[in-house]
């Protein structure tokens, strides 16, 4: 029910936009939050919307959560990328509005199937 999409390959400095977009149910009650898993860690909350806006503090000035409930869609604008970004992005829905920003994977409902990030130094 949710469809990310927009990852690929760029230069450090460089930006991507990724998307993610909804079906099958309204999710403007829910927290909207991106994900990331890089290889052989663990998957960590990159940033959330929902009662308020969360990021993680490595991306903090660099990345932009945004939401159009109209759309049903959620986005996250990367920008200054760095190697460190590389991983698979996840995009996933918590109905706990208010609580989703401790990245509780137990908390998010629905997960959308991930899409690849490749920062090259």
């Known amino acids: 029910q949710l469809q990310a999409s927009g990852g690929g390959f760029v230069q450090a400095g460089g930006s991507l936009r990724l998307s993610c977009v909804a079906s099958g149910r309204t999710f403007s009650a829910y927290a909207m939050g991106w994900f990331r898993q890089a290889p052989g860690k663990e998957r960590e909350l990159v940033a959330v919307v929902g009662q308020r806006t969360y990021y993680m503090n490595s991306v903090k000035g660099r990345f932009t959560i945004s939401r159009d409930n109209a759309k049903n869609a959620v986005y996250l604008q990367m920008n200054s990328l760095k190697s460190e970004d590389t991983a698979v992005y996840y995009c996933?829905?918590?109905?706990?509005?208010?609580?989703?920003?401790?990245?509780?994977?137990?908390?998010?409902?629905?997960w959308g199937q991930g899409t690849l990030v490749t920062v090259s130094s």
């Open positions: 996933a829905a918590s109905p706990y509005y208010g609580s989703a920003y401790d990245g509780e994977l137990r908390k998010y409902e629905y």
